[in-house]
């Protein structure tokens, strides 16, 4: 054995000091370059245009090159980019992506500043701003177009302002770009639309939606509101707000109650079509409910999943049957099989749901295979519901394998979150032809579910097409409670479009009224968003649809994931070493964050990256590792120390003077107490739809939600009448059970209700004495 | 010499950034809680890395991320203001984009003159390597004494694979 040196050991050299580091963060302003993100946008119509103000500062002494990935609707699409250096503007320009980045690289080469705009995904895109000189700051202009999304008589104009973690299955392979999460073979770019986690504080966001008209019913759920209402309508978040969640702002034009709408601009049109209402097909479901039991979903965004599913599989009705599928980084099915829909299953399904707990990363792709695999028998309905907040990097392969689902199988997704991953949930829905729902952890789920109840299954009309070039050439399919938004080149003085519905072919027209808002990128976005679902299905294609997709986008002037825009700035030259900085991101509001390995007493030792099968499928912010989420959980329960609080998510309306005429339906009209007690006596519906298969009692108990305005054709709770009055039909012969059923009709045809319980009814068990009250 | 200077120029795999973090950082003085600075595993770098403290690795050697001098400084620079009271958040913050020349010369101040072992007397038991060779087979291996754990991992692995009954 050597000796070591006597300085090693006796420690006499001179003793280092903390000075320096601690200069280097005592009293020194923040170094991240993203200032403040500053958000207008305009509302006319079904269509919005987005002007987003980015501010980036450089802290530092040297020349700084801000990264940015950064969030946008995924119907948005960037027509504008801007640099602002001072006084001086930089219109950007829309080049090839490859030809765009090389643009950029000599900028830097050269010493100019320059900003480029690439767009990763449908959502994700990122901003770079180089040669940022020391003590300067630069902004950034982004315009956007987008068609807004209808659903249930309202729009929707959701903008994201954060990309939340997702979980990137599979094994490292490098790193492409400059996000935190490692390419893996699965996930190829997912070091580009994964942002370092940032750990306090977030980024100012001052965001402000005009009104070209009349809005009504505004109502936001994540966020609280404040109106003005001098010189038009605007809204905004109340308070300071940070970039930590999605703004939700859900509205609907007063006076317009529905019915097929059209716009022009004189070259290209919009077309709403309307859903008319009509009774879906009963044909018998095999229902598979997919929920997502991951890492990410812990806390209120699983008590809401799991509300979801528990009030859905009360919709199921005898005849049916169902499989419930939980899905972390394992597959945890409740039964192997599909089972009947009876009182047993259903409590077992209730008491599986009970039990789920998150843990594990988000693997969807095999309960996605498993959901849609297997026989599928005729004269059965396969349908599949998927409860998750799509927080996963693999979405490419996960619309392949939903796109490659054999006939006769309907996908439909439900997002909770308060960033949602809506590019992904999206794409399942419109390629395995099912609908797509998305709600915040906040939201009144019963409300939410009624909504997908009225989709699930059957659309109201196949095959719809407008005359004319059509965005998307192929017929689509219209479910009830959301229009469907057609776009066409030219302006013709009337639109017409036609479908299938179950009653045979339907034409439905609209004449268009002018907008002042240009529709030839909201068409171009439609045109890339089909050529990119058809690349999904078919790689093989890639060599034809990536030249179209490349050709529309440079034709139209709009970003997309082969075209960028590039500005440079030529006039002045900045010397010295470029600094990258990767703007960090928040955490997502109501998600968990991971502790950092040193803020928790870790007594295992280390493990390597390299050869663990879990270390590249880490992930930023969430602790995706199912063993730590235990550790973590018994952890958290012996600190004294509760996390920070967040402000509570609130829910304002317009005041009431200022709203349109109430065309709600009882879903906002019932008030919260007797709501609560509907709730329990809903939950006591038997899986045949009687209440303790007594005929009085579910007479007695049709007439409690009749009276609250629930019929089988309107109302959040339309599914528990129509399965009680499915059931009742076969005791006609009981007199109050033939009455209940008259009484339904009456109401169900536009009269009042003005039932008279008899003595026998109002005896008849708890139900009965609810409608003595 | 300051022994900060002999990483001037290596290439790191995670194991050896962590292992030269450890022993580096043990010369560093503490202003506060022993424990925190003590702590440099591969865990700690993976979550520096997710928020930004500490920069994306310079290269990929196949699946194996390879880190430099500045992935050092910045582990150091962190635990030894982490030990000195500072947040987290605090350093993430303000050492975002901080030169590393600026970053070199404070944790070389930092450091002293001390001249740290190569061999830590009594390796800490932290810096032990873990392998899952087998589904439910951990192996424990000490890099101080098998400077190669990864390549001393793939060879042993398909012999233990091949013992399981």
């Known amino acids: 054995m050597t000796t070591l040196p006597a300085t090693a050991t006796l420690d006499t050299g001179t003793r280092g000091d903390l000075g320096g580091l601690i200069a280097l963060v005592a009293g020194r302003e923040t170094a991240f370059p993203l200032q403040r993100v500053s958000v207008r946008a305009q509302i006319a119509g079904a269509v919005a245009r987005t002007e987003i103000e980015m501010v980036f500062r450089n802290a530092l002494t040297a020349p700084m090159e801000a990264v940015h990935i950064f969030p946008l609707p995924p119907g948005a699409v960037v027509t504008e980019v801007q640099l602002w250096c001072g006084e001086l503007v930089v219109q950007a320009e829309c080049r090839e992506r490859e030809e765009a980045e090389r643009t950029f690289a000599e900028a830097r080469n050269r010493g100019h500043r320059a900003a480029l705009l690439t767009a990763e ?167 598979v409910f997919l929920i997502d039991i991951s890492g990410s979903m812990q806390g209120q965004k699983l008590q809401a999943a799991k509300r979801a599913l528990r009030t859905a599989l009360r919709g199921l009705v005898p005849g049916d049957r169902m499989r419930l599928i939980a899905f972390d980084d394992h597959v945890v099915p409740h039964t192997d099989t599909f089972t009947p829909f009876d009182d047993a299953t259903l409590l077992a399904a209730e008491a599986f749901v009970d039990r789920l707990r998150t843990r594990g990363g988000t693997e969807m792709l095999a309960p996605i295979r498993d959901a849609l695999a297997g026989e599928r028998p005729d004269g059965r309905l396969r349908t599949v519901l998927l409860i998750t907040d799509g927080e996963a990097g693999n979405e490419n392969e996960l619309a392949a394998a939903v796109a490659h689902r054999r006939e006769g199988a309907r996908f439909f997704t439900l997002g909770i979150d308060t960033a949602v991953n809506a590019a992904l949930l999206e794409q399942l829905a419109r390629v395995g032809g099912g609908a797509c729902t998305l709600c915040t952890p906040a939201d009144d789920i019963e409300a939410v579910v009624a909504g997908i ?4 299954g059957s659309p109201v009309a196949d095959d719809v097409r407008v005359e004319g070039e059509c965005a998307h050439p192929e017929g ?233 305005g629930h019929t089988r054709l309107a109302g959040l709770r339309k599914r528990a009448v129509q399965k009680a009055a499915a059931w009742l039909a076969q005791h006609l012969a009981i007199v109050e059970v033939a009455g209940a059923l008259r009484q339904l009709a009456a109401v169900e045809a536009g009269g009042d209700y003005e039932h008279l319980p008899s003595a026998l009814l109002r005896a008849a068990g708890a139900e009965g004495a609810m409608l003595t009250s | 010499m300051n022994p900060l200077h002999a990483y001037r120029h290596r290439e790191l795999p995670l194991v050896e950034l962590v292992l030269a973090a450890v022993q580096l950082g043990a010369g560093i003085p503490s202003a506060g809680d022993e424990r925190v600075r003590a702590e440099v595993d591969e865990r700690t770098v993976r979550y520096y890395q997710s928020t930004g403290l500490v920069d994306r690795p310079g290269r990929y050697e196949g699946r194996t991320a390879i880190y430099g001098y500045r992935h ?91 013992s399981i009954p």
């Open chain 1, 453 to 456: 109840e009225a989709r699930f």
């Open chain 1, 476 to 708: 689509r399919t219209l479910f009830a409670g959301q229009p469907l938004a057609l776009l066409l080149r030219g302006a013709p003085a009337e639109v017409v479009a036609t479908g299938r519905t179950a009653q045979g072919p339907a034409r439905w027209a609209a004449a268009p009224q002018r907008t002042s808002f240009s529709l030839g990128a909201p068409w171009a976005k439609e045109r890339i968003q089909w050529l990119e679902d058809r690349l999904t299905l078919r790689p093989f294609e890639e060599e034809a649809i990536v030249p179209e997709i490349r050709r529309i986008a440079l034709a139209a002037g709009v970003a997309s994931r082969f075209t960028a825009f590039v500005a440079v700035e030529r006039t002045r030259q900045i010397d010295g070493t470029v600094q990258e900085v990767v703007q960090p991101v928040e955490l997502p509001v109501m998600w968990v964050a991971e502790q950092a390995p040193s803020e928790m007493a870790c007594s295992a030792t280390s493990t390597a990256g390299a050869a663990s099968p879990s270390g590249a499928g880490m992930c930023s912010g969430i602790d995706w590792d199912a063993d730590s989420i235990w550790e973590r959980a018994s952890m958290r329960e012996q600190s004294a120390a509760p996390a920070p609080a967040r402000p509570a998510p609130q829910r304002v309306r317009a005041p009431m003077s200022w709203a349109a005429p109430s065309f709600s339906g009882p879903e906002h009209a019932e008030a919260g107490v007797a709501r609560a007690s509907l709730a329990t006596l809903v939950q006591r519906q038997e899986a045949n739809g009687s209440w303790g298969n007594d005929p009085l009692r579910t007479a007695a108990a049709l007439l409690v939600l009749l009276r609250a």
């Open chain 1, 121 to 287: 995904r449908a959502d994700v895109h990122t901003l770079r701003v180089t040669l940022l000189p020391p003590g300067e700051a630069v902004r950034v202009r982004i315009v956007l177009m987008e068609v807004l999304k209808a659903e249930d008589g309202c729009f929707q104009w959701r903008f994201p302002t954060v990309v939340a973690p997702r979980f990137m299955p599979g094994r490292a392979t490098g790193r492409s770009g400059p996000g935190v999460a490692d390419d893996t073979d699965r996930v190829p770019d997912a070091s580009r639309i994964s942002p370092p986690l940032r750990l306090q504080d977030g980024t100012p966001l001052d965001l402000e939606v005009a009104f070209l008209g009349a809005p009504a019913r505004l109502s936001s759920s994540l966020h609280a509101l404040r109106l003005e209402l001098e010189g038009g309508v605007r809204v905004a978040p109340n308070g300071t707000q940070t970039c930590d969640r999605d703004f939700v702002l859900a509205f609907c034009w007063a006076g317009a109650e529905g019915g097929h709408r059209a716009w022009t601009d004189g070259e290209t049109t919009l077309m709403l079509v309307d859903p008319p209402a009509a009774a879906t097909g009963a044909m018998p479901r095999d229902a």
């Open chain 2, 72 to 162: 050092l400084l910045q582990v150091l620079a962190t635990k030894a203001l982490q030990g000195a009271g500072f947040s987290l958040a605090q350093v993430q913050s303000s050492l975002a984009g901080v030169g590393t020349p600026d970053l070199e010369a404070a944790v070389v101040r930092a450091l002293g003159e001390v001249v740290v072992p190569v061999v830590p007397p009594a390796p800490a038991p932290r810096a032990l390597v873990q392998f899952e060779v087998a589904p439910g087979l951990w192996l424990t291996v000490d890099p101080a004494i098998h400077p190669d754990p990864i390549a001393l991992v793939a060879a042993l692995s398909p012999h233990l694979k091949r």
